[in-house]
């Protein structure tokens, strides 16, 4: 009822649109003869069409900047959008799904997604489609499974998965696929990195600046020196007096020169007690190729020296 009541309000306003712009043609209404409100009418029915048809000219443009816009958020998404029969096969996919499985659209349309599935996750991958597309509700799933790319090379894979059910249609599933291999291997290597982080060696990593960002429990069963007392403070508060200025510049020009410099130091623990270590230290550069950190670690070598004799 509401949608009829606009359409004649809308056609109202239309309609006194089109008077005003033929109000001076409009002939006295006493005095106008037939064919003279006849051709009135004709006018200002003539400006009416106009004036729809203009307006249906600008909905169809805003309708197609839309589907512009559309295509261009399906196409260049940073995700890749499939779309999966029952049978298993791709229907549909946007060109960043092409491009993380490394295969033209063309090509990849009808072919089963499972061949795109890393060997060691096939068998998941058949139980959770068969299992998304057998539940009585849709519900969204997400997991993560290894992939292939076509030169056999393994990438690892985060799926968004969620179940659609056309009335007249058999039903699809739409997946969301995302590369995850850089996350992936950073969190390898923070897991590496932690390990090494609790290793025997007393480690201190410093920023550009050479102030000292962060220690490990060793360095402060080496040093004596808890986190609290050495973060903030430089390298400068180990030195034993046993160097002189030229071991140090030798350092800095191995580290400027080739990121890393090793050998035998002698340092000073909290309690004043000069003891041998043997120091690692590794310059960390961004992508951009600028200096980030300074990662040291040192091992206290005085138990083998006394061994040594």
Not at 37 to 47: C, D, N, P, T, Y
Not at 172 to 197: C, M, N, P, W, Y
């Amino acid at each position: 009822m509401n949608n009829k009541l606009d359409g004649i309000e809308s056609r109202q306003l239309l309609r006194a649109e089109a008077e005003k712009l033929v109000g001076s043609l409009s002939p006295e209404e006493l005095t106008a003869q037939p064919t003279e409100i006849l051709l009135h009418e004709l006018l200002v029915h003539k400006i009416e069409l106009e004036m729809q048809n203009e307006e249906l000219r600008r909905a169809q443009t805003a309708i197609e900047e839309a589907r512009d816009r559309f295509v261009d958020l399906y196409e260049f998404a940073p995700i890749g959008y499939i779309t999966i029969t029952r049978e298993g096969l791709m229907s549909e996919i946007n060109l960043t799904g092409s491009r993380l499985l490394g295969i033209d659209r063309t090509k990849l349309l009808k072919r089963r997604f499972s061949q795109f599935v890393a060997p060691d996750d096939k068998d998941r991958w058949h139980r959770l489609f068969l299992n998304m597309m057998g539940l009585a509700k849709a519900d969204k799933q997400t997991f993560d499974l290894q992939m292939l790319h076509p030169d056999g090379s393994v990438f690892d894979a985060h799926l968004d998965c969620l179940r659609n059910d056309p009335v007249n249609a058999p039903p699809t599933l739409r997946v969301a696929l995302t590369d995850i291999s850089q996350s992936k291997q950073a969190e390898k290597g923070l897991r590496i990195a932690a390990a090494a982080f609790e290793s025997q060696e007393g480690i201190f990593v410093t920023d550009a600046n050479n102030v000292i960002l962060k220690t490990n429990p060793a360095f402060t069963n080496i040093t004596g020196f808890s986190p609290e007392e050495a973060i903030g403070q430089t390298p400068r508060m180990l030195r034993s007096g046993q160097h002189g200025q030229a071991f140090y510049a030798a350092i800095w020009h191995s580290l400027h020169t080739a990121g890393a410099w090793q050998g035998e130091i002698w340092n000073q623990r909290k309690n004043g007690e000069v003891y041998p270590a043997w120091l690692t230290i590794t310059a960390v550069y961004g992508d951009d190729g600028g200096l980030l950190h300074y990662v040291a670690a040192q091992g206290d070598i005085s138990k083998g020296k006394a061994w040594g004799g």
